[in-house]
């Protein structure tokens, strides 16, 4: 019997027909939603390999056995063979009639696809329209003036008086400082003594940020990751919400750092907090559309005493889409990767559930990204008789010929029970797992890398 999940399928299947789906990203395991679809899947990616017997896949790790920090890696400014030769490999997959879906949009695969165009679908946005919404003071103070809270950030240049202010400021009581274009906390920083900011400025002065702003810091607040996607009209398709695990030093190296989400603690907020929740992303996602971006997207919100904050929008696919597409598909729901297809191939979004009342039917689901928290480049060997006895779901786990970027991700954890205290930090349980995996591998530096800033955590 047709399901709503079978019958959009079927409409999706009826515009790409049987075309190879080529999907280009951050991470190949991201490609795995897409092995819903009986097409050939073709995964093109920087590292975090999907293995899956569906998908073929070529990798920038497994050419030159380096896995990238996919927060803060440019392709556009590679030089080397391995990034070469994946763009020789996507000009040269685009040569069959494809549909081509960017993780997020790179100048590289427009290049591709324009030299295929004519029989390419391209399901997602050129690169220089893309880049427009990544600038998140303009988007913030857009959205402020259209009524929506933000968090009260004080901008500024970076000069001397600037730092002066910014010193004064932490002195008094802790602060957040952001530059204002990066992913998963890599931009954000908590100051909350002398060393910290002095460490802080260093770091910003190193990467010439031209602009900055800080605001006070909201302790205990709660960070929550809703995923999306816009459709040219300004309807929204909203898909699982979930807790984010934020600043966690075990971790990320960063003290305002992304690395998990917790997809069941959620449904113990107050009924309020997600109908409020759910109006901004609509919101937000009508605002996006009417300056001419559509597709998947995702926003995070900050909640603190009973007050929520629109923290940022990530124009693209996130860290935690293919948990959401795994919860979806367990509720029977077409995913953020099918409706992303849906609004670029001019479909209806599916039919809508109130976000409260989706998480209640959303399953106890948690992932645990470990990320590199040294400054250098390291290898991981695995235990083989602790790792092989984990009692939780390990993936992406690189081989030990594979060096690590710092910052970027060694391993993702799954759980299906709670993570996290409503503050994104471990509660026993996520404590427990994140130990008990450390036991399992071993960590070895292959070098100072120059390019990476100071940890910065108190």
């Given at each position: ?157 970076i000069n001397e008086s600037s730092k002066q202010e910014i010193f004064r400021a932490t002195m008094e009581a802790p602060i957040m400082l952001r530059v204002h274009a990066a992913s998963a906390g890599s931009g954000l920083i908590r100051i909350d ?266």
């Amino acid at each position: 019997m047709p399901t709503e999940r079978s019958t959009y399928r079927k409409h999706l299947h009826g515009k790409i027909k049987d075309r190879k789906i080529v999907w280009v990203g951050s991470r190949g395991c991201d490609a795995i939603p897409l092995t819903d679809f009986k097409n050939p899947i073709v995964s093109i990616c920087y590292g975090s390999p999907a293995q899956h017997e569906a998908i073929t896949e070529h990798t920038y790790e497994e050419m030159m056995h380096q896995r990238v920090n996919p927060y803060t890696y440019e392709a556009s400014s590679d030089t080397s063979d391995g990034i070469k030769e994946l763009r020789r490999i996507l000009i040269k997959e685009l040569e069959e009639p494809c549909c081509l879906i960017p993780y997020k949009p790179m100048s590289f695969i427009d290049t591709a696809y324009f030299l295929h165009h004519k029989h390419t679908k391209m399901l997602g946005l050129f690169s220089e329209l893309q880049q427009t919404f990544n600038h998140k003071t303009w988007i913030e103070t857009a959205l402020h003036d259209a009524g929506i809270r933000t968090i009260p950030w004080t901008y500024l240049e970076i000069n001397e008086s600037s730092k002066q202010e910014i010193f004064r400021a932490t002195m008094e009581a802790p602060i957040m400082l952001r530059v204002h274009a990066a992913s998963a906390g890599s931009g954000l920083i908590r100051i909350d003594s002398k060393e910290t900011f002095e460490a802080a400025w260093e770091w910003l002065t190193q990467n010439k940020a031209p602009l900055i702003a800080y605001s006070p810091y909201f302790s205990g607040a709660s960070s929550l990751a809703a995923s999306a996607t816009v459709f040219s009209d300004g309807r929204v398709a909203l898909h699982p919400l979930s807790l984010q695990c934020i600043g966690v030093p075990e971790l990320t190296p960063h003290n305002a750092g992304y690395s998990g989400n917790d997809f069941g603690m959620i449904r113990d907020l107050p009924a309020s907090t997600i109908n409020h929740l759910e109006a901004m992303v609509r919101d937000v996602g009508q605002w996006l559309a009417s300056r001419g971006f559509i597709g998947a997207f995702g926003i995070d919100a900050l909640l603190h005493e009973e007050q929520l904050y629109f923290i940022e929008a990530n124009p693209r696919f996130l860290g935690s889409s293919k948990m959401c597409s795994s919860i979806d598909r367990a509720l029977d729901r077409p995913d953020v990767y099918m409706t992303h297809m849906a609004s670029f191939l001019e479909l209806p979004p599916p039919p809508q559930v109130p976000l409260r009342e989706l998480i209640v039917m959303q399953p106890q689901l948690g992932q645990m990204i470990f990320h590199n928290t040294q400054p250098h480049f390291v290898t991981v060997k695995k235990k083989p008789v602790e790792y092989e006895k984990l009692p939780f779901g390990v993936t992406q786990t690189p081989e030990a010929s594979v060096s690590v970027a710092p910052g970027g991700p060694i391993s993702t954890l799954n759980w299906n029970e709670p993570l996290l205290r409503t503050n994104g930090t471990l509660n026993e349980t996520g404590q427990f797992i994140a130990d008990t995996f450390l036991e399992s591998i071993t960590i070895y530096p292959q070098g100072l890398s120059p390019e990476r800033p100071k940890r910065i955590i108190k």
